[in-house]
């Protein structure tokens, strides 16, 4: 199967089963023009039961995690997130028709990314079932495909997602992890783990092709990163309630970076973490 059909498949079929077809089925890398598309759809094709709500659900908070319907709740806000992963990983396949070796290179890093990001939907769906939860059962928001209508350019792209909701995830991951741990959850504190694991390269994958778009720019990298963010979408978003320098470090971003990161503050209360419980991560 190309590449492009198969992110077709993913962006507009409804069901989860088109969404979690294996990338194994891909064999081709070139662009393929029939599946090209000129703008970003107002939405992901989905059934009616997992279409997103406009009530915006809420987070649990950890204090409540005792409770097995309140961990999973959280674990199903998290699902939520890997599958529009997924979908706007589909999306910048079809979207940005980048050419030549480079852009095989591209499609085969989003390719190689929707793996990773199947894996962690069956990983929470799997734990979810457990509990007694199906994917669809609370209501589902869109807030990261709203961001994704404004991205333009394969940087913008990743500076979005890779350098903004996957590294929140750096954080975020880390954070529940410590959580589930601390209540006796081993089997989802190392589903957390998988998913860190697996954002640090995901972010690497990003900042590498940022820092290649722009390597006879004698900006820095923060610098880069604050101007390719869409208008309204804060750097406080690539960040959560602690920080994971390591998680950084061990992604490749440099000192310079981090620190900008880190040190950066935004006024607005929906982005202040420290406040606040958020399960806006990828």
């Not at 059934?47 to 009530?55: L, N, P, W």
């Not at 659900?57 to 319907?69: A, R």
């Not at 979908?87 to 990773?116: H, P, S, Y």
Request: aromatic share 12%; net charge negative.
């Amino acid at each position: 199967m190309n590449i492009c059909e198969y992110a077709h498949l993913i962006l507009f079929s409804e069901d989860l089963e088109s969404k979690m077809l294996s990338p194994s089925l891909v064999n081709n890398f070139e662009f393929n023009e029939r599946c090209k598309i000129d703008e970003v759809p107002d939405m992901p094709a989905r059934a009616h039961r997992i279409s997103f709500s406009d009530k915006r659900p809420k987070f649990p908070s950890v204090e409540s995690f005792n409770q097995v319907e309140n961990r999973a709740k959280a674990l199903h806000f998290f699902a939520n997130h890997e599958l529009l992963a997924i979908e706007m990983m589909a999306c910048a396949i079809l979207l940005f028709q980048v050419e030549g070796d480079e852009g095989k290179k591209f499609r085969r890093g989003l390719l190689a990314t929707i793996a990773d990001e199947q894996k962690h939907f069956r990983l929470y769906q799997g734990r979810m079932m457990e509990w007694g939860v199906s994917f669809g059962d609370f209501y589902l928001n869109d807030f990261f495909w709203k961001q994704m209508k404004k991205v333009e350019t394969p940087e913008q792209f990743y500076a979005v997602v890779a350098l903004t909701f996957e590294s929140a995830n750096l954080d975020f991951a880390l954070y529940y992890k410590n959580v589930f741990d601390s209540i006796g959850d081993e089997r989802t504190s190392t589903i957390m783990q998988t998913v860190l694991d697996d954002e640090i390269s995901h972010v690497k994958m990003g900042h590498k092709w940022i820092n290649q778009a722009f390597s006879e720019s004698d900006k820095n990298l923060w610098d880069i990163y604050r101007e390719l963010l869409p208008e309204k979408l804060s750097p406080a978003r690539a960040k959560g309630m602690i920080f994971n320098q390591d998680g950084r470090m061990r992604a490749g971003l440099d000192d310079s970076y981090i620190s900008g990161l880190k040190n950066y503050e935004d006024p607005f209360a929906v982005v202040n973490r420290k406040s606040k419980e958020s399960d806006e991560s990828l």
